[in-house]
């Protein structure tokens, strides 16, 4: 493995030099305050793809993904990035098949590709914290073979090259026309919100996050990567990423961590439960803060979803290093306050990366409890296949490091469409009127909810 450390320039500066490259992928820490994210990364030309739509097992897919993913191993540099080279991708909901034993969707699948990972040898890297650059290269080919230092010092040389030789966009995203169209409209969600409380008082579930579907016009690729650089000042979301896949392109304004793990094995999960609206007034916006923090509603939530963890993690770690160490605390975003939680382990040593995002994949913030259950719930109540939505993005390090989003306040670009999903969790105590507040809120800052079209009908 090869480094080279470069002066500091903004992941934004370098993205629109970048961005038309093949293979381009940026994980995105746009959090400004580092609450959230010390690390960026910029990733082009992959030397090896790696593709799944099926429902084959469990079995299957993990044996051809090791054997995919081991012909791009090598060691890495003590005390460099998390994240030096290895694979880059995202799983879909769809992908949710492989790990959740008996789901079957009812819908339509929302691209023929449910889960995508490359393989990049070489990677920019953004510390933000310490205001550095490096460029790192282990001179992997789509071979299988040894790393060649040869070739690292030329993909380096290549990389830098581009980066001063390339101009990139800076004009404000221009608008392409049609403004989002939202299903079900407000009536039909609040129907949807009662259905699940009646699963509920069934006794069928403790909770099911349900989501509303805006849809438009499919854009360019070039408007959605215009659009993704004004969002992402607008959102400042610490877990945000933007890719162009071979059926879809991602842009994702994720404040939420599904899972992280070191290469030590050290695991975090970081559930998002609980919403409230920032005021600009400093007064009103700390009260909007402790009336979160005291919400009995959001906090029944979040911790219902800490216990799912709990039990997701014990699949894969040593049982004793399960420990909840940060419990409803109250983070801020530009215009929103959420309740966050944090569970910790410590992976058993039979166990990799691939059994950890398997174990907790799909999330439970954005599922529900029990998960089986509440996804069947959302599957009947939803009107499509949720796609990249509430799939998650992120990477596996050479050294079985990983660090993966959940996809929420999305845009999956798709061929025929532009699909955004805004969800809320449905408890006994949910407040139908509340809940579509909430799902719209959430949906304000990336597609501008309160001008859609079904709005100005």
């Given at each position: 493995?090869?480094?080279?450390?470069?002066?500091?320039?903004?992941?934004?500066?370098?993205?629109?030099?970048?961005?038309?490259?093949?293979?381009?992928?940026?994980?995105?820490?746009?959090?400004?305050?580092?609450?959230?994210?010390?690390?960026?990364?910029?990733?082009?030309?992959?030397?090896?793809?790696?593709?799944?739509?099926?429902?084959?097992?469990?079995?299957?897919?993990?044996?051809?993904?090791?054997?995919?993913?081991?012909?791009?191993?090598?060691?890495?540099?003590?005390?460099?990035?998390?994240?030096?080279?290895?694979?880059?991708?995202?799983?879909?909901?769809?992908?949710?098949?492989?790990?959740?034993?008996?789901?079957?969707?009812?819908?339509?699948?929302?691209?023929?590709?449910?889960?995508?990972?490359?393989?990049?040898?070489?990677?920019?890297?953004?510390?933000?914290?310490?205001?550095?650059?490096?460029?790192?290269?282990?001179?992997l080919t789509g071979r299988g073979y040894r790393p060649d230092?040869?070739?690292?010092?030329?993909?380096?040389?290549?990389?830098?090259?581009?980066?001063?030789?390339?101009?990139?966009?800076?004009?404000?995203?221009?608008?392409?026309?049609?403004?989002?169209?939202?299903?079900?409209?407000?009536?039909?969600?609040?129907?949807?919100?009662?259905?699940?409380?009646?699963?509920?008082?069934?006794?069928?579930?403790?909770?099911?996050?349900?989501?509303?579907?805006?849809?438009?016009?499919?854009?360019?690729?070039?408007?959605?990567?215009?659009?993704?650089?004004?969002?992402?000042?607008?959102?400042?979301?610490?877990?945000?990423?933007?890719?162009?896949?071979?059926?879809?392109?991602?842009?994702?304004?994720?404040?939420?961590?599904?899972?992280?793990?070191?290469?030590?094995?050290?695991?975090?999960?970081?559930?998002?439960?609980?919403?409230?609206?920032?005021?600009?007034?400093?007064?009103?916006?700390?009260?909007?803060?402790?009336?979160?923090?005291?919400?009995?509603?959001?906090?029944?939530?979040?911790?219902?979803?800490?216990?799912?963890?709990?039990?997701?993690?014990?699949?894969?770690?040593?049982?004793?290093?399960?420990?909840?160490?940060?419990?409803?605390?109250?983070?801020?975003l530009p215009n929103l306050f959420h309740l966050v939680s944090t569970i910790e382990g410590k992976l058993s040593?039979?166990?990799?990366?691939?059994?950890?995002?398997?174990?907790?994949?799909?999330?439970?913030?954005?599922?529900?409890?029990?998960?089986?259950?509440?996804?069947?719930?959302?599957?009947?109540?939803?009107?499509?296949?949720?796609?990249?939505?509430?799939?998650?993005?992120?990477?596996?390090?050479?050294?079985?490091?990983?660090?993966?989003?959940?996809?929420?306040?999305?845009?999956?670009?798709?061929?025929?469409?532009?699909?955004?999903?805004?969800?809320?969790?449905?408890?006994?105590?949910?407040?139908?009127?509340?809940?579509?507040?909430?799902?719209?809120?959430?949906?304000?800052?990336?597609?501008?909810?309160?001008?859609?079209?079904?709005?100005?009908?």
């Amino acid at each position: 493995m090869l480094r080279q450390d470069m002066p500091w320039q903004e992941p934004a500066e370098l993205a629109r030099k970048l961005h038309r490259q093949p293979g381009f992928v940026w994980l995105d820490s746009a959090d400004a305050g580092l609450h959230q994210g010390r690390y960026s990364y910029i990733a082009i030309n992959p030397v090896s793809r790696f593709q799944w739509g099926g429902r084959d097992s469990v079995a299957e897919f993990t044996a051809a993904f090791r054997n995919w993913r081991n012909q791009f191993q090598t060691d890495v540099i003590s005390g460099g990035a998390p994240f030096q080279g290895g694979v880059i991708g995202y799983a879909s909901y769809e992908a949710a098949g492989i790990w959740v034993r008996d789901f079957r969707s009812r819908h339509a699948s929302s691209c023929d590709v449910s889960l995508e990972f490359s393989a990049y040898d070489t990677v920019l890297a953004f510390d933000h914290q310490a205001q550095s650059l490096s460029v790192y290269a282990a001179g992997l080919t789509g071979r299988g073979y040894r790393p060649d230092p040869q070739l690292a010092r030329q993909n380096i040389t290549q990389l830098v090259a581009s980066i001063s030789d390339s101009d990139g966009p800076y004009g404000v995203c221009e608008d392409e026309g049609t403004d989002w169209s939202i299903f079900p409209e407000q009536a039909g969600y609040t129907e949807r919100v009662s259905a699940t409380r009646e699963a509920i008082l069934d006794g069928e579930i403790y909770q099911a996050n349900i989501a509303a579907l805006w849809t438009r016009r499919s854009r360019s690729a070039e408007h959605a990567f215009r659009e993704y650089l004004d969002l992402r000042n607008k959102t400042q979301a610490g877990f945000s990423a933007f890719g162009a896949f071979s059926n879809r392109t991602i842009a994702c304004l994720s404040p939420e961590r599904l899972v992280t793990m070191t290469s030590d094995g050290a695991v975090r999960a970081e559930p998002i439960k609980g919403t409230a609206r920032r005021s600009s007034d400093p007064y009103q916006d700390q009260k909007a803060a402790e009336t979160l923090a005291a919400s009995e509603k959001d906090r029944a939530e979040n911790i219902m979803i800490v216990d799912l963890l709990r039990n997701d993690l014990s699949r894969v770690c040593q049982p004793e290093s399960i420990r909840v160490s940060r419990l409803c605390s109250v983070e801020p975003l530009p215009n929103l306050f959420h309740l966050v939680s944090t569970i910790e382990g410590k992976l058993s040593p039979d166990k990799d990366a691939v059994d950890l995002l398997g174990a907790v994949f799909p999330g439970g913030s954005i599922t529900g409890a029990p998960k089986l259950r509440a996804m069947e719930i959302i599957d009947q109540l939803e009107p499509a296949a949720r796609g990249a939505f509430c799939g998650s993005f992120g990477y596996i390090s050479h050294d079985g490091a990983c660090d993966f989003n959940i996809m929420i306040r999305t845009i999956d670009h798709l061929p025929e469409e532009d699909r955004y999903w805004s969800g809320a969790g449905i408890t006994l105590l949910s407040d139908a009127a509340a809940e579509w507040d909430e799902v719209r809120l959430k949906a304000e800052r990336i597609i501008g909810a309160a001008r859609t079209a079904a709005d100005e009908a």
